[in-house]
């Protein structure tokens, strides 16, 4: 009886959120069967199941974890070398921590990287290059910047819900915050103008010029004037009463859009997806899109790496690379309004021509592809990701009033430095 119970815990355990690793790489029917790790939406559903209707012999299985999760479980895998999915997901802020460890991947150059890599955009192929030249990830979208926000609940405190109207009112984020201030002399009770501290600091800090890291992955953000100047405006925002105090990508943020607690959120491209998950079908034409304070900027973005300890290495770079060429990036901007890390799809009709119908027919493709020929990315560091999480709680201390600005940044300067 053993066995059979045995055999029925990695069944059930092949449809957690975190998978530690269990089963075989044959599934039934002779078929190979593959694994792909993820995080959040990558608009991924409808292409596995098309790829594995032209790949009969190939069984695929998701498995999705939050973000910091995904990313702490893969660096445990890959420490003792089981338990990894055949292709993992990692997030632009993880992808130095990842590449200085080159010999856990397969070298995508010895797979036909380098036949590929003019489809990308030049600094996001280099994002994903160890120190010696190998190559251990395909990249997915790239963030890019905007703010999505509710139209229905601007017009009922008396701003403009028109695009171009927002653009023009908040060039600046100074400006946002004082726009922010007038939206909350007549909003809606029980709504905020943004969903929280941190993802407004998140979009401020991926537009400065120099992030957490110098060039010689020096942590340098204690002494970045830029993020500490965004970081007292964001802490100016929350003490005058414009954030709804949640943390994004949490169950309570979630709830936050099917509540309609708040009328804008920072929006890289990736958050669409997010956003039409959460609000739900109820709430299509309620969100538009609009450009975002300050010009430019990018925020995540991510990989798909294929961990070396695999058992079906060359089927998995085959379905890695086909997940990200450009036909596919396609699919996925408009299904789910990921942005391509393909330039030449910047110059095609059907993506900057399109516009998204959940979003009151918003022009995400110009508006996004627009801001993906501005984008000068910034550096990221090894624990760029593990900062970037630090920060946030340092400002959910502040929003939770646990501390004061001035004390949580320090307290967070201090964590990083160690």
């Known amino acids: ?234 802490v100016d925002g929350v003490q005058a009463g414009l954030s709804s105090k949640l943390l994004y990508s949490t169950p309570v943020w979630n709830t936050g859009f099917k509540q309609g607690q708040f009328a804008t959120v920072t929006c890289p491209a990736w958050q669409m997806a997010k956003i039409k998950d959460q609000a739900g079908p109820e709430a299509a034409g309620k969100w538009d899109v609009t450009s975002v304070p300050g010009g430019g900027g990018n925020w995540g973005g991510s990989y798909l790496t294929v961990p070396k300890a695999g058992k079906n290495v060359d089927k998995a770079v085959e379905l890695a690379a086909w997940l990200t060429a450009p036909e596919q990036q396609a699919k996925v901007f408009k299904s789910s309004g990921l942005l391509p890390s393909i330039p030449k799809l910047y110059d095609d009709p059907s993506i900057v021509d399109y516009k998204n119908p959940y979003f009151n027919d918003a022009p995400i493709g110009k508006l996004f592809t627009d801001a993906a020929k501005k984008l000068n990315p910034q550096y990221q560091g090894p624990k760029a990701g593990d900062i970037q999480t630090a920060i946030g709680n340092a400002m959910q201390r502040v929003e939770q009033g646990k501390q004061n600005g001035e004390d949580s940044w320090r307290q967070f300067v201090g964590d990083v430095q160690k």
């Not at 010999?103 to 955009?121: I, M, S, Y």
């Open 1 to 234: 009886m053993r066995p059979k119970a045995l055999a029925l815990g990695c069944a059930a355990l092949a449809t957690a959120v975190v998978l530690s690793g269990c089963g075989s790489d044959t599934a039934g029917g002779g078929k190979t069967k593959l694994t792909i790790g993820l995080f959040g939406n990558f608009g991924y559903a409808e292409l596995l199941k098309e790829y594995a209707s032209t790949h009969p012999d190939v069984e695929i299985t998701d498995r999705t974890a939050s973000y910091s999760d995904h990313h702490k479980n893969l660096a445990a895998h890959l420490a003792t070398n089981s338990g990894a999915a055949d292709i993992e997901a990692v997030d632009t802020g993880y992808v130095n921590q990842f590449k200085a460890t080159p010999d856990k991947f397969v070298d995508l150059n010895t797979k036909g990287g380098t036949e590929l890599k003019d489809r990308w955009l030049p600094w996001k192929w280099e994002g994903s290059l160890s120190k010696d030249g190998k190559q251990i990830g395909y990249g997915t979208d790239v963030g890019g910047l905007a703010i999505c926000y509710r139209r229905d609940l601007l017009q009922n405190a008396g701003l403009p819900a028109d695009r171009d109207q927002l653009a023009a009112l908040w060039p600046t984020w100074q400006e946002f915050m004082a726009a922010g201030k007038k939206f909350q002399e007549k909003a809606p009770e029980g709504v905020k103008w943004f969903d929280g501290g941190p993802s407004v600091l998140n979009a401020i800090v991926g537009q400065a010029s120099v992030g957490y890291y110098d060039k010689s992955d020096k942590i340098v953000v204690g002494e970045n004037k830029e993020i500490k100047a965004g970081w007292d405006l964001v």
